[in-house]
């Protein structure tokens, strides 16, 4: 069955380029009306362009409809304004992807926690302040669909990349949260770790890999995870055409005979046993477990 976004209103932020580009065009494409966001910073976040601009052009040269916004995902009076226009012109916001990101990598010893702060503040905080915009909204008309862009880094850890780690896997239980208090509304929010040959990664893939890696290759995922049958709480690996699921898993765990920290090493073999390992849906599933394991089952 095609996969449609006709009636639909959606806004991708850091839309301007690279993979929230890739995002907006398919699904623009596929009918939506799309707010191409980006105030077209540089790598690490400074500066400002026209992106957003250039990539609503291009839409509406193809037939689609966009409007840009050139807001910061980190400033709430912005991305109200932003939502405020959108439903003004296009009668509500149906779908968020909360794509925006910086980068300021460098090892733990030699990182300022000024540029902690500022990747955590554009990922996580920017990300929270877009949804903040649109979660009203979304409960009033009972429809929306939330992505937000985890990454390896944040689910598996990645050298140099401490604050945006801290950020990306912030973002997986932001989502993995809103998934439940959404769920009443028919809210689904969920969350991608997307690969894909971007300014942002322009230094780790060699030129072989770049017609691979495509972003418009994870765009299948994405638009996925946003439309009307999307699963909730899901987090998926998208890169190459490739489609992963990331699960965070609880192992059966051990009830110690004697609550010492000497036991918890004698029973490391035990604890870590994957088998009969599970995906807990809440935190609260593992409080359950704990019971389970203290009656003996
Ligand atoms: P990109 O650098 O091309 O795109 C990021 C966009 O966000 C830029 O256009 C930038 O101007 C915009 N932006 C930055 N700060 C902003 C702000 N405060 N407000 C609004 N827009 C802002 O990089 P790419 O690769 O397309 O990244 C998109 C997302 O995917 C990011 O969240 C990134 O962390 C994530 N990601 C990308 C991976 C990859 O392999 N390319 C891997 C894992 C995650």
């Given at each position: ?16 380029g690279g ?23 540089g790598r ?211 009830k110690l ?41």
């Amino acid at each position: 069955m095609t996969i449609s976004f006709e009636g639909r209103v959606a806004i991708v932020t850091g839309a301007g380029g690279g993979l929230g580009r890739a995002y907006a065009l398919e699904l623009a494409r596929r009918g939506a009306r799309v707010v191409v966001n980006d105030l077209g910073a540089g790598r690490d976040g400074t500066g400002h362009s026209d992106a957003a601009l250039e990539v609503v052009a291009e839409i509406e040269a193809a037939g689609g409809q966009a409007m840009a916004d050139g807001g910061s995902v980190t400033d709430p009076g912005q991305m109200e304004a932003m939502v405020a226009r959108a439903t003004h012109a296009w009668g509500g916001v149906h779908i968020l992807i909360n794509n925006a990101g910086i980068l300021r990598d460098k090892s733990f010893a030699k990182m300022e926690i000024e540029d902690f702060r500022a990747v955590i503040d554009v990922h996580l905080v920017g990300s929270a302040i877009c949804t903040k915009a649109v979660w009203a909204g979304m409960q009033a008309q009972n429809y929306g669909r939330v992505l937000m862009t985890a990454s390896s880094t944040g689910l598996y850890g990645n050298f140099g990349q401490s604050n945006y780690a801290a950020a990306k896997l912030g973002l997986a239980g932001f989502a993995r949260t809103l998934a439940l208090e959404g769920a009443r509304a028919n809210i689904r929010v969920n969350t991608i770790a997307p690969t894909a040959a971007t300014r942002m990664t322009e230094d780790i893939f060699p030129p072989e890999m770049l017609g691979l890696f495509r972003p418009d290759l994870v765009a299948p995922a994405a638009l996925y995870l946003v439309s009307e049958d999307a699963p909730t709480g899901a987090i998926l690996g998208a890169g190459a055409g490739v489609v992963q699921a990331a699960n965070i898993t609880l192992t059966r765990g051990v009830k110690l005979d004697e609550a010492t920290p000497e036991a918890v090493a004698a029973n490391w073999a035990a604890i870590t046993d994957r088998e009969g390992e599970i995906v807990p849906q809440s935190g609260a599933e593992q409080a359950m477990t704990i019971l389970q394991r203290l009656q003996g089952n």
